[in-house]
């Protein structure tokens, strides 16, 4: 069973920057997608984004132009680079990718166990 890593977490001022970067124990196929959510305190989990394969790429509406998603096959990693963070962007950041099988990729089947961000 894969097990993701979520790091990068932590605490910055509005209008900084934050990277965060998720590790798989094994591989993650490279057609299937990983993703990245996000929950608040008191709110339900909120999608960010996505990438599936290697240039099909999603941004929910309140991320976009603001964050970047990239993967990188060989190290089995996924990032998010989040810039010009607001407030809202406070929350428990998690990945989440696919899992390959059959030929298929089984949608959020592994995910990590989640990593703060808190913008003041």
């Known amino acids: 069973h894969v097990q993701l890593v979520e790091n990068g977490g932590g605490s910055v001022q509005a209008g900084g920057s934050l990277k965060l970067s998720c590790a798989a124990s094994g591989p993650i196929f490279r057609t299937c997608a990983w993703y990245w959510y996000r929950q608040a305190p008191g709110k339900a989990r909120e999608w960010v984004s996505t990438i599936k394969g290697d240039d099909l790429i999603g941004y929910g509406a309140s991320v976009r132009g603001r964050f970047i998603i990239s993967r990188d096959n060989s190290k089995n990693m996924v990032y998010l680079q989040m810039n010009n963070l607001k407030p809202d962007d406070t929350a428990v950041y998690y990945c989440?990718?696919?899992?390959?099988?059959?030929?298929?990729?089984?949608?959020?089947?592994?995910w990590g166990h989640g990593t703060q961000v808190t913008v003041s």
């Open positions: 989440s990718a696919d899992r390959y099988s059959e030929r298929l990729c089984l949608k959020n089947e592994y």
